[in-house]
């Protein structure tokens, strides 16, 4: 009778949270996902969707933005080594209870960790508690960035790291044109600045050129923009219009048009919202009056020069 009625409850817990019915396959989805998956150069499949935990402080910020975040859907996660929330990133996947497989965690090694990147990915493995990490980047194009993205190569034949690529490349075009001329595994990805006031028209073609996929930092502009871009008046019209918020329209947008986007939050209202943008479309007309807003205006544009001392400076603490 026991054994009955715990078999009973099993069930019907399994049925309330959705695990009966949704299958997983190869690549961590399920089918009742929220957020579509892209495929890249590799075969391997990423959300197309994530949350950015760039300033989201390792005392508590990212650990409850994580957290809010896959509870409401979210199955994509954006760190870095440079940010210094690791570890919190970690604990709060840990902590979700969710299938390591179905969440995609991308992190990114630091310019003064190019020349030692085989330790350095141990090191990131630790701190994220994890055995494997979905993608890897390059975060800065500065150092010994060619020795580095041998490591990450290695790395990805070794099982450490499914996706690797490049971030910030678009600084010194020079300098990506002779990368990717050189590098035997190309990039499945690249990170760069780009939302609607700098929609990277010329990157765009490149990167699909090159079979690259396009990843936008900044997608609502970042921090640096003072929230420009969500008081713009003609996505402010669209919005009304819809029924939806300014930064819904904007990371509809980064959708519609196949990039992968960002944005990062610590509100948690504005993490639950951002995520509901996958059952509504933008129509052409109104994609198209969002391509016009671009002045190609980016909120973060030091000189090259003084960003590579700065970051080849900065070490990084373990
Ligand atoms: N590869 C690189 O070099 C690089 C550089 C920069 C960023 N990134 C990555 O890209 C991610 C995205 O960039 P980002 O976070 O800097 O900039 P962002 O996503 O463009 O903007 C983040 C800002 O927007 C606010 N925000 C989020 N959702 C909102 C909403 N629905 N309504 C109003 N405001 C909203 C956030 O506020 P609250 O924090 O108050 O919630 C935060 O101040 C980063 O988090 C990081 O993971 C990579």
């Not at 019915?21 to 990423?46: F, H, W, Y």
């Not at 859907?73 to 840990?94: F, L, M, P």
């Not at 970042?222 to 008081?231: N, P, Q, T, Y």
């Not at 590579?308 to 070490?315: A, D, G, H, S, T």
Request: net charge neutral; charged share 25%.
């Amino acid at each position: 009778m026991i054994k009955k009625l715990l078999t009973m409850f099993a069930i019907l817990a399994m049925a309330a949270s959705g695990t009966a019915s949704a299958a997983t396959d190869a690549n961590g989805a399920k089918n009742d996902e929220k957020v579509p998956r892209i495929t890249l150069n590799n075969g391997v499949k990423m959300p197309q969707f994530g949350l950015g935990t760039y300033a989201l402080d390792d005392r508590g910020t990212a650990y409850n933005a994580v957290l809010t975040a896959l509870t409401n859907g979210y199955r994509h996660i954006d760190t870095a080594h440079a940010y210094q929330n690791e570890k919190s990133v970690g604990k709060a996947i840990k902590d979700s209870g969710i299938p390591r497989k179905e969440i995609w965690i991308t992190s990114k090694l630091w310019p003064t960790e190019y020349s030692n990147a085989e330790e350095a990915l141990t090191k990131m493995l630790d701190r994220l508690g994890l055995d494997y990490i979905d993608l890897v980047y390059l975060h800065q194009p500065v150092g010994e960035y060619m020795k580095a993205w041998d490591a990450l190569v290695k790395a990805q034949k070794e099982g450490k790291v499914r996706a690797i690529g490049i971030s910030n490349f678009d600084r010194v075009e020079k300098l990506y044109d002779s990368f990717i001329a050189e590098v035997k595994v190309k990039p499945q990805t690249m990170q760069l600045e780009c939302h609607p006031y700098a929609q990277r028209k010329h990157w765009q073609e490149k990167l699909k050129a090159d079979n690259i996929q396009q990843e936008n930092w900044f997608p609502l502009g970042g921090r640096e923009s003072r929230g420009a871009i969500l008081k713009d008046e003609t996505l402010e019209k669209i919005a009304k219009a819809k029924g939806k918020s300014i930064a819904q329209i904007i990371i509809r947008w980064h959708i519609q048009e196949g990039f992968s986007v960002i944005p990062g939050a610590s509100n948690p209202d504005y993490i639950k919202e951002n995520i509901e943008v996958f059952d509504w479309n933008l129509t052409d007309e109104e994609m198209e009056t969002i391509r016009g807003l671009n002045k190609e205006q980016l909120f973060f544009n030091p000189p090259a020069e003084s960003m590579e001392r700065f970051y080849l400076n900065r070490k990084l603490p373990d």
